[in-house]
């Protein structure tokens, strides 16, 4: 008899020595909450020696469970699997089985067998098991137009030997990898409904940062576009569980003022400015330790090294910027890996384009930016930001610091 399971593998958690059973019992929980809303019925997550696994109550359900589990932050992989008994033959017919399902409907195809023993107790090494159960399942195929292939087989079966248990799968997702979603703090990232700012985001979280996003929206002035999309892009970052909220602002007003009061050349700097100083006043009152943008150096305007510089003396807050070294292309691909491209290339009316001047200073000087934010009274803007924010709920467990009220 077998059942099915997930079996999820996780590499770079296991390279932490002594904090290794923290990360897996935290990577344990995250897992447990993403299940908790799954539409299919599963067991709690275990723990097996280095690995963890989940049993799917309908196997036909199980690979529907891999692949939202392949999302979370810290899988490096999941296996589809059969879990039987360490007998012998159940372990060489369920290996067979698994093969015939895996198998190609019609002409020949190769496969190979690949084995991995942790219960040391176990009377076969992987080498004895590899080469048994390989023959054994030569020998029931050759017939239906099977080969061993040592090299890209069109199968791979893999036998994992775990904890009393066998594990034998042929279907393996890979998964995004990094840091369990609460071992790394709590940032704050400007979230535009642009194509950068969601992938900053999602490497963020793939470090194990719960993310607490923040959006202008230039409402009054333009209609609600932008924030109906950001909070779509939120729907597909929050498959990681490291998106515990979404901020709304509406800025338009605030930039209508600063364009009646600085030149036009320096107001691009003076919206970011203020972002990022009402961004840091939120992060403080959620205890969020850093700051994310998607900005890359050069990428545009706003974002040469000069401006950089002139908007990031606005905070002392850190600002990370994990985009800062990649080339548009290598967004761009990552966001359709992601699956927010698509919702970032439509049109939407964003602050951005509010109130934008013709010509914006691309290399800022620090004494003209220092005379401009001079004339406005940014507390009082500050604080009418703050108390306009708008609050989307995406991973309640994680949203933790509910009032705003020490903004
Ligand atoms: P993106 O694709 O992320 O919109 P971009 O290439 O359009 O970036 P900019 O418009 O210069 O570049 O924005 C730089 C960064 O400033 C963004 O990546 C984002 O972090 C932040 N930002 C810009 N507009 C907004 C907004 N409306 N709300 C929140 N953050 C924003
Ligand atoms: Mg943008």
Redesign the pocket.
Known sequence: MSSTVCFISFHELALKGRNRSVFERRLQGNLDACLESASFETSRVKRIAGSLTVAVHDPSQAEECAQLLAQIPGVTAVAVAYKTSRDWEVICDTALQALREAAPEQGSYTFKVDSRRSSTDFPKNSMDINREVGAHLLAATIDEGAGVRMKNPDVLVSVKIVGGFTYISTKKIKGIGGLPTGSSGRTV??????????V?SFRMMKRGSVVLG????GRPQTNDS?ERLVIDIGEVLARTGGLARIYVIP?GDIQREIAGIVEPSLRVIMY?RL?LVIAERLAQSQKAKAL?????LG??A??TLDNIVATNEAVEMPILRPLIGSDKDEIVNEARHIGSFDL?IQDAE???TLFMPRSPETHARPKQVAASWDLLDVEDLVQRALDSVEVHEFNPRFGGHKSLRNC
């Open positions: 990232s400007l979230l535009s409904s642009g194509i950068d700012s969601p900053a923040l959006h202008f929206s932008s800025f970011r972002m994310i943008t998607g900005e890359s990428q545009v706003s974002q970032s964003d602050c951005c």
